[in-house]
């Protein structure tokens, strides 16, 4: 996180935290989903 304010200009990394937090938390979402499904296709099984 500290590189990522670096990058936009922000003082820390609490102030990119504060303001794209919620976009962020829906990343790690939808990056979970698609692993999950990638995971289930490469073993054959579906979702435990």
């Known amino acids: ?3 990522v304010a670096d990058l ?5 990394p609490h ?3 504060a303001r ?10 939808s990056a979970a989903a698609r692993l ?3 995971m289930a296709s490469q073993t054959g099984r579906g979702a435990a």
């Open 15 to 17: 102030l990119v935290m």
């Open 36 to 38: 999950e499904g990638f």
């Open 20 to 29: 794209y937090g919620h976009a962020y938390r829906e990343e790690v979402r």
């Open 8 to 12: 936009l200009g922000h003082a820390s």
């Open 1 to 3: 996180m500290h590189a």
